[in-house]
């Protein structure tokens, strides 16, 4: 940290969205860390608290176009990008020849493997990067995380189903083919650009699949638990909007491997996050969005009934699926207790 | 009517929106009476089922674009304009030449005085259909409603306020100056084209005052409460949106005159409405929107309190404040009786 | 019919809760039948529109205490039963010695075996009666519906993912075993009975699966696709609570059988429910809630992804899934056309 | 403080309902404070996260049958009360014996005339506790906070009328008579304990007055309202339930003094909370509850629209309405920053 006060200092790209609003009051809340400067394209400049009114009084920066120049007179630790898929990588080059570390909450660094991502996005333009970019899960890729210099915020649904999977699959206990994610997320999750499915009488009082067979989170999964497990899981993966603010919830349907009983996948859980502060392993209730929104939280269980494993999980997509995950992994990346600010 | 089998025959002009798919579901309950042609704009033309995918199978219509010639040929009775304001006055003149009977859903012709329009509005540019309009609030002018050949169907807020204040302010139980109308609506009131305001996660959930002090609803009640009373009312109108899709609540407050009491005043309620089927004056219950949606009611009742009177107004905003006042009115105009396919 | 009307005179057993409100909300639209009187239990008698205040005006009668004269002095012609399950067949033989036919919302009727019924509610009282019960699912039982004295209104997830499942498992395109059906309902599904999980602070923006591996519609799900199929189907059933108010929606996980493809699967559903007027086979949108709620429809679809069928299926839980499919059922009843009244 | 870590050790009756869960949160994130033990009544005992499932892992606490002994044993310099009107004041004198300050959520010292609380609760049981205590409301009575032993925190109501209506009532700029507070609540202001008119499907897309004419908080706005500018303003309240989880909204109608303009009114909210971190005088947007709920802040604005004065004025009913507030009231009282752990 370069800063006098102990504090690191955070450029943030991209605070008009959601994800960019919780990075800035979570942030306000960390005894350790500042948002120092905000930068964004040019028709969304103006007064954070313009974007955000809940924010007013307590953000007074504003969001200013960006340049090198600027970005390097706030001589800055870290660069968080709240920006969409396509443009982060656009940022980061420039970013890191500045010296800044970088957490980045778009895609364009979770698929290791450039092929898929230009499947499913587009060519990509950094492949340097690509190659040395840490994917930010921390309960998994704690320790290349705290040296990384780049690190991919997962994915939303990437986070709230591999929490789950990965444990029960690299015990041998859930059989990785076949492997269903049914998923549900509020409707935050989709951005915060106006359009008619989100308008709020159409979406309101409306439970909707989406992205039948082909939503990209997908890859991302089977990538991070081949990753994990260095097993193959070719899953479905199908998403659906619930009409809600925030909240994600997976209902998980697996085969068990022979000799699997809810006993043993529920100690495999518990093996694996004992000393995870932000896994929860519920026994007392079935996890549920009202239990984790407004956390850090993801909470996970496990049932056997008619010859299938049933994993649950639930986070908040904004938080543990996307911002205050990031900022974990800032902790992580500066030698802080993983938990700092996050509660 | 000129259709063989008894039915009236409807061109709806505008079938894309929120009162344009109510008229078309409650229309296809109605016994005596058919939708046999809608038109729309340029850019909103195709199956109505693509618009509003509940009516599938039910509704087989096409969006055509409007033409005097298409329209002829349809050999309708009656036009119903479910269009924004300024555009139903471009298409009125031309249906009425076609010797169509009109209900219009906008504003365009409810304000009798061509100058207090313009103020609120643009010019108008139809004074002789402005000058013949009957307003269509069926509780007060039924009698003119039949005969007319265009009617000016209410606004929701209108008719809500004003089905509760007119009696009480006609037998002279509250003062005329000094009426405040608090009104809260569903979302759906604010239309069908999305905007950041109306997205999703940035309505859900939020209560928000808007139009503070200069509402377009305010003189059209002023104006009607004056037909109805002969007295001039110059209110203070506040609307305010509430995270539900339909359901519109007025809460009044007035000074009583001398001698109110809740007595006298939920009499003059009562005598007023004794023999309206669709006005119910509660006793039981305080009006709520949950005992009107999806019904044409209006509920209204009265207290006396700390000095005020408060009389509470309820109703779905899309139903007696839109599409099934519609309806009532082309009951009266046909001849039939006015609850025919409300129920 | 012994009503000199030509109405059919309906004995409504269980007014107050929400399949009762829906009952008398269409039929009183319903051009050919009546309710004549409604009878329940000592602690929930009195005006129906003191139970739901939406209906006042429209529904004048009162819940009186069920009495064997009383009911049959009312000369109907059918009962319809909208009371708890294990209560409903302490009325049915009462019922059907006074002559009238039946439609019963409960699950008393619906479990052929009574073994399976008495393993998932309590032992059954009325064996004479469930051998004669003919399920009432019309999209599949039409004729026996129609000639039969007792009728066993389905439970809404059965009639939700057999709707979807049963043409194309009869058609040899998915394998019986390893189905999964997770499914999502409105919080009307849980009843009329306050509760803190259905508090609305706990229950609003909070999604929650619930009946782990134990939810009693699964055997019900089983017994139907075997006697349309013929085939053991040992399904996987999931259910979740969403907070809207209503709508159901399951998204169901198959294997593909050799051979199956997208199209066949489609072609399977169109031909099944061709001349079925409230199945629709979705090819223009994926089925949602909101496309469905208010109204008689079922919405079904099917994808094929990741080497698996998805099957959606959507419905309106109290209606589809409870109260109108019960008035389609006494359509067919009754001799007449099925979708009489519920438009 | 006694505590050697220099910690504030707090006492919670009462940590089952949902300001108790917000105190157990916000206390959770504070840097200088912390709850040591919690009691409650003997059918609301056990592990707190059993009552609140969001808080596993982080509140590992029970709560235990309340003694006098076992309380003191804690050696807490604070308790806070989360207890219903009636039953806090049956704990208040114990506590105090133990040397404990108080805080408390309830009505029971609020109403400093035992006649007026005797009027709309019962007799009072601790007239000496209630001669002594401060009434919490920081942005007026700070200074008596600081040194107070027994704080009644004030009613949600109370605290977004008042903030709106005292400064422009003491410049002199609006009427003291007359004043109509129309207000709205999330429902997570009726409390935790199940009723049908707070179950899901009975309250959701539903507004809905109540308590018209007699809600118990007027008396507490009319007192402060008078402690704060000497003035008797006989104001007529009426709340209403809006369909979300909380947020707080009053919509305030005044009649202006003479020379009252709507700069004059602003400047006066100005003047008065310009030095005060969490009451915001919004020129930039209408207060709405989105932009305050999960803060501790309330917004106020004000508009002159025609003839009368409009105050706007929102909050989080559980936290500057309840939780956070208490919160700044102990900051106050043990000489923090009044901002201390409320970010």
């Known amino acids: ?92 080059p420039a970013l890191r020849k500045l010296g800044l570390r970088i957490i980045d909450w778009s895609a364009d660094y979770r698929l290791s493997d450039a092929g898929v991502y230009e499947k499913w996005y587009c060519p990509h333009t950094d492949p340097v990067g690509l190659a040395e970019a840490v994917y930010g899960l921390p309960e998994f890729f704690a320790e290349k995380i705290a040296s990384a210099d780049l690190v991919a915020n997962p994915g939303c649904y990437p986070t709230c189903a591999v929490l789950a999977i990965a444990p029960v699959l690299s015990a041998g206990l859930i059989e990785p083919n076949g492997i269903v994610v049914n ?39 089977e990538q991070i638990l081949k990753a994990i497990t260095a097993l193959e899981t070719p899953l479905l993966f199908q998403p659906h909007l619930c009409p809600m603010d925030r909240g ?63 994993l649950f999980s639930a986070l908040d997509n904004l938080l543990k699926g996307a ?5 974990q992994n800032m902790n992580l990346m500066f030698g802080m207790d993983e938990t700092t600010g996050l509660y």
Chains 1, 2, 3, 4 share one sequence.
């Open 248 to 310: 994600m919830l997976c209902s998980i349907y697996a085969t068990p491997a022979p000799g699997a009983t809810e006993q043993k996948l529920t100690a495999a859980l518990e093996a694996r996050y004992d000393d995870k502060p932000f896994v929860r392993v519920r026994t007392d209730v079935i996890p549920a969005t009202k239990y984790v929104v407004d956390t850090n939280y993801c909470d996970v269980a496990v049932r056997v009934a008619n010859g299938k494993v049933i």
């Open 1 to 92: 940290m370069n800063s006098s006060s102990g504090h690191i200092r955070i450029v943030l790209i991209g605070g008009s969205g959601y994800a960019g609003f919780e990075v800035l009051r979570w942030i306000g809340r960390h005894p350790a860390a500042e948002v120092v400067g905000v930068f964004g394209p040019e028709n969304e400049l103006g007064a954070l608290d313009s974007f955000h009114p809940l924010l007013s009084g307590q953000v007074t920066l504003r969001q200013e176009l960006f340049s090198e120049k600027a970005t390097a007179a706030l001589k800055a630790d870290l660069a968080m990008l709240c920006v969409p898929h396509k443009v982060a990588m656009s940022y980061v």
């Open 183 to 221: 998923a549900i997320s509020g409707v935050s999750g989709a951005g915060r650009t106006p359009s008619l499915k989100q308008h709020f009488p159409e979406r309101n009082e409306n439970f909707e699949p989406y992205a039948v067979g082909n939503h990209r989170h997908a890859p991302e999964m």
């Open 323 to 327: 911002s205050t995950q990031g900022i």
